[in-house]
Each structure stands twice: as structure tokens, then as C-alpha cells.
């Protein structure tokens, strides 16, 4: 028997030929066409995808299985990034998008992102009528019906959405302050879209992995500092003051400063939101997951802003982001956007924005950010996965269920339970827990004061998972 299909927290994701089968695309394309179907008319529905394998077959199935449940399909016939195709559904009113793309996953995956009509990715409640739709399909509760058109309206998400980009950029103090960029898509949906904003703009800015490789050069597209080494060099070569990258689908991102050190993105996010604050006078409210550096909560208190601690999750930021509540809301896992942006992860604009705050304010991510702790208060924080067998993780299930009052002999001054298990130390640092849904994997976060502290820290973290 074959594994339900299930939307996680960013869609459905399997390995090509295993599950993520075209019997299977058209079942989970056909709960969508349910769904969008108890939503308000015209039932309009975009169809895109990243540049994975087969993606162009998928599309065209997937437009197939809607014609065939009477929902129009509107294909967009190249690459595009996750938050272009959100934005396109904001313009354009449809129902949503269905969007082929496993993100940052290896070359081996693909999946489906739902996109609800607000373009923010598809809430849990909405994923859970999607789900039972495809259950009652499967069981024989109802039949996908055979597609039969062929051809289809079409529509290129990039103009309006490069468009909007140079509205909310100040693309032209990058272009004045004469830095030089390096831009990395991982061979991804983001390829063209930076560079052609920069370059119009005058911007000297140069790229490595510029051209469609299915396989990502033999890794996953995650745009982390272990894979980043080809755009060091291409920095070092031009005399580049900052490095961007974005993931497979580009809605996330990673940043390189001028002495080539991976500036992290939870380091990123904070930098960020200080900078928006004092150039936008932007001061109705900052959102970070849980599992986020507290130096945001820091900067929220020094700005006199509101903070929000949502779950983990993008669609819970997209939501605040809906309704206005805040400059700018972020995950430590790299994904952010930003107060009249799209409800949606965008790493495009990430890296942009750094472009810009490194242009206007003349410094280096690493002098801005040491600026930053002298300001609010230094922050060090690590995500690590621990690998569990099935039965040492139902014990670890069972065991944070239990509020501790003490970690490796440290008080525990509050617990907080937004998602998952989150312990705050009486200096302020803190050690997070959350379970892997898919995989017997409990994800660790913490966060010392001192780099000192770290160390420490870690090994309090570990043990309390493996004792």
C-alpha cells in the first residue's frame, strides 16, 4: 500500500518514481480542483514549476487533470520562483497555484506547493480538506476524471513581479554606492530575476550557476555556507562587496559578506528588520518562528515594536503579513518577506535587500552586525538534527510532554509551547525541540549569550536527547 499523500509545511514532497508518480500527481491535482471548487467562481488556477526534472510534463498533466474537473488552468510555461508565482495570484484574483518544485530537497524530489487566493501557501485547515479529498478519490470514493485538453492559457509571472521588486528595493542607491554583487541561483527559478533588476539598474553583478542542471550540480539547491564556495571565488575574482544566493524554487536565500563568511540567516532576518525600521519608519510589528533567534525579540523591545512568535511554518508569517501587522516576519531556516510584499518566503528580495542595506549604509554585514550585539545584546544560535531510532524517539515523544524545570543542572525560567518544546534559561538563552513528522528526527535549537556559552550549551542540548 502505498503512503497517503500529505502537505506538510511546505506541500507535498517525495522522491520522483517512488511516490511522487504521475497516478499520484493527478490525485493529488484533482484534491486541489475539489477544494478550489467550495471556494467562490471563477474557479482559476495558475500552474507552475522550478526547473526539476520533467517539471514541463508535470505542468502540463497537472493543467490536464484541472480542465478536467472544470477549473481553468492558466500554465506559466518557464521557471519561476515561488514568490513570483504568489504574487501572480494576487494580481491576477485567481483561485490559486499549484506550483512542482521540493524547494531546497535533492534532485531526486519533486512536489507540490498549494497556494490558497491570497498567493500565501495553503493553511492547514485548507490542506486537510485537500487531503480527505484525495483519500476519498483513492479509496474509490470517486474517480480522477480522464483530462482531454491539451492546450492551454498562458502567462509570464516575470514583469509584474520584477516590477514590484523595484518598488519596494531602492535599487538605485545600490547602483550609486558603485558595490559589486555576486549572485548565485543554484541553477534554480531564480535565474534572471536579480540579476536583470541589478544589471537594468546599473549594478555590476556577476554569477556562478547560471543555467538549468536537473541535477543541481549533483546536491541539493540549498544555498548554505558548505555549497557557497563557487560564488566565494567568483567574489574574490571580481572584488565583490556581497554574495546572494537563492534556493531551487528561490525562496530562500543565503548571503555571503565581502571577506567571504556566511552571515546566517537568523543574523540576517534581525539585520533587516533594524534596517527597515530606521529607513521605512516601519514600526507596526516584527514575526519570527519560534525556533528564531531572541535577538529579534531584543531589537522588537530597543524599537518599541509588537512581536509575534508564530509556529514553524511560513504560512503563519503570511497571515501577519495579510493583515499588516508587521515591517517584515522571518524563519532561522532562511525565509523572509516583507510588509506589502507577498504573503510568501522570498529569497529574490532577500538578497536585494541586503544589496541595498549594505550599499546605503556603507558597511560590512560583520561590522554592522557587531554594531548590532553592542547595541541589543549578543546572540549565538545552532540548529542541529539528532537521528533517533523509532523507539528512542517515542520515548523522546513521551518525554517532552513533561515540562523540566532544569537542563544539564541551569533553571529553566519558563517553557514555552508554540511549537514543539521550547526552554527559556534564566540569562536568556534558550534550547528548542520539535519532531520531525516525516522522519525519526528531533531537531535542536539553541541559542547562548557568548560564543563562550555555546559550547556548553550544546552538549546540555544533546544530552537531554539522547539520555
Avoid at 535599487?171 to 541553477?187: E, N, T
Wanted: aromatic share 8%; hydrophobic share 40%.
Amino acid at each position: 500500500m502505498s503512503t497517503p499523500i500529505r502537505f506538510g509545511t511546505s506541500g507535498w514532497r517525495a522522491i520522483m518514481a517512488d511516490e511522487f508518480t504521475l497516478a499520484n500527481i493527478r490525485l493529488a491535482v484533482a484534491g486541489i480542483a475539489a477544494y478550489v471548487k467550495t471556494q467562490p467562481t471563477p474557479h482559476r488556477v495558475l500552474v507552475g514549476r522550478d526547473p526539476r526534472f520533467l517539471g514541463e510534463h508535470f505542468v502540463n498533466e497537472a493543467a490536464r487533470v484541472l480542465a478536467a474537473n472544470n477549473v481553468t488552468p492558466i500554465v506559466i510555461p518557464e521557471a519561476a520562483p515561488t514568490p513570483a508565482i504568489a504574487y501572480a495570484v494576487r494580481t491576477l484574483k485567481t483561485s490559486g497555484a499549484i506550483n512542482f518544485t521540493a524547494s531546497h530537497n535533492p534532485p531526486e524530489y519533486n512536489g507540490i506547493k498549494f497556494s490558497t487566493h491570497d498567493g500565501a501557501p495553503a493553511l492547514p485547515e485548507v490542506t486537510r480538506q485537500i487531503e480527505a479529498a484525495i483519500e476519498q478519490l483513492s479509496s474509490g470514493g470517486g474517480g480522477v476524471p480522464s483530462p482531454f485538453a491539451d492546450k492551454f492559457e498562458t502567462t509570464d509571472v516575470k514583469p509584474a513581479f520584477l516590477k514590484r521588486l523595484a518598488e519596494l528595493v531602492d535599487l538605485k542607491a545600490i547602483a550609486k554606492s558603485g558595490i559589486k554583487v555576486v549572485y548565485d541561483p543554484f541553477w534554480g527559478a531564480g535565474r534572471g530575476y536579480s540579476t536583470d533588476l541589478l544589471r537594468e539598474a546599473g549594478v555590476t553583478v556577476e554569477t556562478v550557476h547560471d543555467y538549468r542542471d536537473v541535477l543541481f550540480g549533483g546536491h541539493a539547491p540549498e544555498p548554505d555556507d558548505h555549497l557557497l564556495g563557487d560564488a566565494r571565488a567568483k567574489m574574490k575574482d571580481i572584488g565583490a562587496h556581497i554574495g546572494i544566493a537563492t534556493d531551487g524554487d528561490a525562496d530562500r536565500f543565503g548571503i555571503v559578506d565581502q571577506d567571504g563568511t556566511f552571515i546566517q540567516p537568523n543574523y540576517i532576518i534581525a539585520l533587516l528588520f533594524d534596517y527597515l525600521v530606521q529607513t521605512r519608519g516601519w514600526k507596526n510589528g516584527v514575526a519570527k518562528s519560534v525556533a528564531t533567534t531572541n535577538l529579534i525579540n531584543s531589537l522588537a523591545e530597543h524599537h518599541k515594536v509588537p512581536l509575534y512568535e508564530t509556529p514553524v511554518g511560513f504560512k503563519y508569517i503570511g497571515e501577519l503579513i495579510i493583515a499588516d501587522k508587521i515591517a517584515i516576519g522571518g524563519e532561522e531556516s532562511a525565509g523572509l518577506t516583507i510588509r506589502g510584499h507577498v504573503p510568501e518566503k522570498d529569497g529574490i528580495i532577500a538578497g536585494l535587500l541586503v544589496a541595498e542595506m549594505v550599499a546605503t549604509l556603507g558597511k560590512s554585514l560583520g561590522v554592522q552586525l557587531r554594531e548590532m550585539f553592542a547595541k541589543v545584546g549578543s546572540f549565538y544560535p545552532v540548529r542541529e538534527n539528532f537521528r533517533l531510532t523509532p523507539e528512542r524517539k517515542a520515548a523522546f515523544t513521551e518525554k517532552l510532554k513533561a515540562d523540566p524545570s532544569e537542563l544539564s543542572g541551569r533553571k529553566v525560567s519558563s517553557v514555552v509551547r508554540t511549537d514543539g518544546l521550547k526552554l527559556i534559561l534564566e540569562d536568556g538563552s534558550w534550547v528548542c525541540y520539535r519532531l520531525s513528522g516525516t522522519e525519526p528526527v528531533v531537531r535542536a535549537y539553541t541559542e547562548a549569550r557568548s560564543q563562550q556559552d555555546m559550547v556548553a550549551l550544546r552538549a546540555a542540548s544533546e544530552k537531554f536527547v539522547l539520555s
